[in-house]
């Protein structure tokens, strides 16, 4: 077990930073529209509902694109160009979701308990990037978002978080497997979280059983983009950003 992996290694993370701009000028456009966003979205900027996320504290609101692998069609009708780009880069995720932290906040020193899945942050928008003031701990090595680069660590590990500067700091954060499973152990796992939302797929009744296989594939499917969504129309910012890293060795 090792708190950080080198993002360097995994093509997925490459793409993702490669296309960093693209998604941050999307989230921008989208976000800007507060209301049209809670109007046409799905639960959005939830806060953590559970006693195990209390550490998360109440700086510390999602956005979710996927959920236990299924798509939220609402929400990646809002940001078809970044989910698109996820969904091209192969990235093998369980959970999808834009993470918000509050300004003079932190998140307490705590382990997500789950070892089959490993973190992924895309620093998105991080207030005064590069200057410390935005900052996670994975064991014993700390290290700050800087607006662009793919960080991946276990946080079956103990870590904790802080914004230290006056701005909400926003990252697209990624649960996904471990390499070290094995495509069985994989399928095991899926077949958990499929189960538990379609219980009817472990029926006794064969009837019962096809049917939710066949509601499955649904669910699995990435949703049909009919228009470029929230954002078609309006032009996109390019160029590199200042203060803005790829990926770290």
Known sequence: TKPWWDATSFEWCTKLADKYDVIRDEFDLVTADATRLREEGNNIWAKALTDDASSYGEGWSTLVLLDKGT??????RLFPETSRIIRDAGVPAVEIFFASMLPRSDIKMHSDFTNF???SHLA???PDSGEGKCRIS???EMREWINGEVTLFDTSIMHDAVNESDKTRYILMFRVWHPDLTAVEREALQFIFDSLQLPELVSSDPGKRFIA???LKILREFPKLKVKGFAAGKNMKKGKRKGTRRMRK
């Open 138 to 140: 994975v064991g014993d």
């Open 213 to 215: 296989e066949e509601r």
């Open 124 to 126: 998105l928008d991080i």
């Open 71 to 76: 798509w939220d069609d609402a929400n990646v």
């Open 117 to 119: 899945v490993l973190t």
